[in-house]
């Protein structure tokens, strides 16, 4: 993991002032750091009875859609409103920069379902709850949270509701 982390690039005052953007697409660019880090997201879920990863928009669906295969789950898209085609349910929340809204397909998950979540960083937890919320909303099981960095300083961690969360790289 460390070579994956010393690909991770800080961009100072994007997207906003005062925001530190993790800039993760040098570690995607990375043929043997986008496998460490996809193993690394999967490993402690192989004997967890996961059927489905759910990915957040738009940076998660590039990891949880390989976690889902290296589980042998399917995937669920967790997307901005209105992008969705089919019927869905809105979880609306506030981020580091901004306010915004996740919805999933009502038949994302079948109730009971075991269910991983994935993004790449979780910062004030904001996204992560709403995710969380959608989820047990259509009575999935939400099993555990999977995420590349953690910013602790904004404790967002607090904000899941128990759900456990295993984060690769975590910055004070
Ligand atoms: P939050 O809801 O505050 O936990 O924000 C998490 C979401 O916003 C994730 O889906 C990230 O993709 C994105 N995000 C928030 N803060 C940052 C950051 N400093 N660097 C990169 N992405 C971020």
Do not use: C
């Amino acid at each position: 993991m460390d070579y994956v982390t010393s690909l991770i690039r800080d961009i100072p005052d994007f997207p906003k002032p005062g925001v530190t953007f993790k800039d993760i697409t040098p570690v995607l660019a990375d043929s043997q750091a986008l496998k460490t880090l996809v193993d690394a997201l999967a490993e402690p879920y192989k004997d967890q009875g996961i059927s489905k990863v759910a990915g957040i928009e738009a940076r998660g669906f590039t990891l949880a859609t390989p976690v889902a295969d290296r589980l042998g789950a399917g995937f669920i898209p967790m997307r901005k409103p209105g992008k969705l085609p089919w019927k869905t349910v809105r979880e609306d929340y506030s981020l580091e920069y901004g306010a915004d809204a996740l919805e999933i397909h009502t038949d994302a998950a079948e109730p009971g379902e075991r269910i991983l979540i994935v993004d790449d960083v979780i910062a004030t937890g904001g996204t992560a709850a709403a995710a969380v919320r959608l989820l047990r909303g259509v009575n999935a099981d939400v099993v555990g949270f999977s995420v590349f960095i953690e910013l602790v300083f904004l404790d967002g961690v607090s904000k899941l509701n128990g759900v456990p969360v295993n984060a690769l790289v975590r910055y004070d």
